[in-house]
Structure formats: structure tokens, C-alpha cells
């Protein structure tokens, strides 16, 4: 046995509703290596999951990913050693904490060129990018894109890896003070989703083209219009729920905005099994080796102080990636 730190509630609800507590740890089951996490990343879903809109058995852990070093083996492990550098993102809830057994087969090896703090603030946004541009849609060199939260974590990256494969992105951002990150990120041009006719300047930005697909991750708030900045046998691509569950969507209409197309996708179908995972990790080391994916840090915060995190990216404060360091 092994005393931690970890994040745990009884309840769902408010950011308060988490708090930091002490317990023993025991030694890695067969097929199970100890991490010593030196960084955990923070994601949206974590959000969804403290306030029960994706229910969890209770009490629970949260947090999909961190990255540290290989403290201890289990029995039967091979190809990983004490000492490793390693990240994960894929081994169930649960990284809110300093140290934490994990399946040998959840893990990938960090190379040099990738540092703890961007495994874990890269790693489950990078992975949702590799999917959405890779398999979701193969973008294309002068593809045209819609990107929601541009300035967002996830929105950042798939800006920034969709631009370095030739594509062009029009972004959106919640306020105008994260416009400047977007462009940053790569987006040619910004639209407020403030403004009550954001489709309408979308397509002044583009000079009237509609794009090839639309990535939204906000969901409620913005999903029909969405179909209305899709050119005809375009994609729209529903990956998240930022302002609330998506509504449902009358196939008809997908026949009358253009015979457009519609899905629903998930990161973790997309790296089910080890070898799939350490592939597309190796396509996401290769972006980030290439300076086409980049981590930009927008909070860091401590385990202690994981309830101002949630707040901060809750009140939508944060642009970039939160870190949190156990
Ligand atoms: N399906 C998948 O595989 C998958 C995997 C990872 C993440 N996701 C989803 O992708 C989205 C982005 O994840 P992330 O971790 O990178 O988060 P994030 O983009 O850093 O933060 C969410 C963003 O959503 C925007 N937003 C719009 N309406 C909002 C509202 N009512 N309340 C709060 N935020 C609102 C905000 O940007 P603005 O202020 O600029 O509008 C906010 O920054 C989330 O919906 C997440 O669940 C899906």
C-alpha cells in the first residue's frame, strides 16, 4: 500500500462538491503499472460528469488524463519499465490524483520532443483532433472549415492541424476576447457567436462558401443553424455538448439544408484497443514534433485547487488548456 492524494465525490453537482482526500493505494494488480502523475489534464467532459449530465456510479474519481513516470509494475507487464515516461487518457475516470494504477495496455511511451505538461494537456484533445481530421473527415488541403470554439482546447488544435494540412478555417468564440487566439491558432477569420445572425457572418466572412464540414462542439446552441453553413453533401460533425445536449435532428432537414450529413462521434471508440491508440498517439507526436499541434496553457492549477479550475472553465474564463499538477 501506497498513500495518495485524490479528487473524489459523493455527490453530483457544483464545483464544490469535489474535494482532495487521502487514502492507501494498493500495489498494481497483473497487467497494472503505478504512475506517478506529474501532470493531469483538465477536459469538458470532466464538467459534464461532476454535474451528472454523463452519470457515474458514486462515490467517484474524475479526470480522463495524465502523464508521469512508471513507479511500479504488476505481474505479467512487458515492454514497459520502472522509470518510463508514460501518459494515458483512455483507462477510465479517475487521473485527478498523484498516483494511480493503470492497465499496461492504457498507456503510451512519451518521446523526448513531448513533456509532461503537453501529454497531459495534449493528449485527449490531441487524440479528439487526430480522429475529427483523420477518420471523421480526411481533410483536405483547401478544404473549407467551420470550427466552434476555435479558441478552445480541442477547437485550438484541430485549427491549428487542420491549417497545416492546407485547409482553411473560419472559427467561432463565445466572446470577441478570444478572437485574437483563434488567429492565432489559425483560423482566417472569427465570428462572434454572440451576434444573433453568426451563420450570416460566416458566409460574409467566406464570400458566400459553405463548408466542406462543420466542426461544432457546443451543441444546444448552435447545431441547426450549424446545418445552415454546410455546403450541400456536407459534413456536421455534433462532437460535444458545451452549452447543452444537441437537439434532435429531423432527417428531413438534413435533405433540405443539401443532403448533408450528420454524426455524433466519440474519442474513446477511436482508441480502443493498444495498437489503434499507439498509432494515433504516434500521429499526434509526429503533428507536435512538426510544430502543426502546439500546447497553449490558458490556467494551471493545483490538485488543491481543482474547484477554481472547474469554475474558471465553466464561467468560460479559460482559453487554451487547464493544467493541473498533483
Ligand atoms: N466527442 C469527443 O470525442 C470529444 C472529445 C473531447 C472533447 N469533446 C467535447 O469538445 C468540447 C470542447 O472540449 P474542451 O475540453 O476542449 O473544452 P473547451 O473548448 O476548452 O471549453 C469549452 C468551450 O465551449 C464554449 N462554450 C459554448 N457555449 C458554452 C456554454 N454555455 N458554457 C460553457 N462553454 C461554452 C466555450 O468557448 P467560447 O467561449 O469561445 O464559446 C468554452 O471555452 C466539449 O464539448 C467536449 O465535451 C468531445
Known amino acids: 500500500m501506497t498513500s495518495r492524494r ?16 487521502s487514502e492507501e493505494l494498493p500495489v498494481p494488480m497483473p497487467g497494472e503499472v503505478r504512475v506517478r502523475h506529474s501532470a493531469i489534464g483538465f477536459n469538458f467532459i470532466d464538467i459534464y460528469q461532476r454535474k451528472g449530465i454523463y452519470p457515474l456510479p458514486l462515490p467517484t474519481g474524475l479526470g480522463f488524463e495524465a502523464a508521469g ?3 511500479a509494475l504488476g505481474a505479467g507487464v512487458t515492454g514497459i519499465r520502472t522509470g518510463d515516461r508514460v501518459a494515458y487518457m483512455n483507462a477510465g475516470v479517475g487521473a485527478y490524483t498523484d498516483l494511480r494504477n493503470v492497465p499496461a495496455d492504457k498507456l ?12 497531459a494537456t495534449l493528449l485527449f484533445k490531441g487524440m479528439t483532433a487526430q ?11 483547401n478544404d473549407l472549415l467551420l470550427v466552434h470554439s476555435a479558441a478552445g482546447g480541442v477547437g485550438q ?12 478555417v473560419v472559427g467561432t468564440t463565445g466572446s470577441p476576447r478570444k478572437r485574437e487566439a483563434a488567429l492565432a491558432a489559425g483560423c482566417v477569420d472569427v465570428v462572434d457567436l454572440n451576434d444573433p ?18 466542426y461544432d462542439a ?5 447545431l441547426i443553424r450549424s446545418l445552415d453553413c454546410a455546403a450541400p453533401f456536407g459534413l456536421v460533425v455534433c462532437y460535444g455538448a458545451s452549452s447543452g445536449k444537441a437537439p434532435a ?47 497553449d496553457i490558458g490556467g494551471r492549477f493545483s490538485l488543491e485547487e481543482i474547484v477554481e479550475a472547474h469554475r474558471a472553465a465553466e464561467e468560460r474564463r479559460i482559453g487554451g488548456a487547464i493544467l493541473i499538477t498533483p
Open 108 to 119: 503510451v511511451a512519451l518521446p523526448d520532443t513531448v513533456s509532461d505538461a503537453a501529454a
Open 249 to 295: 435532428v429531423d432527417p428531413e432537414l438534413l435533405n433540405k439544408k443539401g443532403c448533408l450529413f450528420l454524426t455524433r462521434p466519440s474519442v474513446f471508440p477511436h482508441n480502443a484497443d493498444a495498437a489503434t491508440f499507439r498509432a494515433n498517439a504516434a500521429d499526434l507526436f509526429d503533428a507536435i514534433a512538426r510544430g502543426h499541434v502546439t500546447v
Open 218 to 222: 457546443v451543441g444546444k446552441d448552435t
Open 131 to 141: 480522429y475529427l481530421l483523420r477518420k471523421t473527415h480526411a481533410v483536405q488541403a
Open 69 to 71: 513516470v512508471v513507479d
Open 157 to 168: 488544435i484541430l485549427t491549428r492541424w487542420a491549417t497545416a494540412l492546407g485547409a482553411t
Open 6 to 21: 485524490v479528487v473524489t465525490l459523493a455527490e453530483f453537482g457544483r464545483p464544490d462538491v469535489m474535494s482532495v482526500v
Open 197 to 214: 445572425d453568426w451563420p450570416q457572418a460566416f458566409l460574409a466572412a467566406t464570400g458566400g462558401r459553405k463548408a466542406r464540414v462543420v
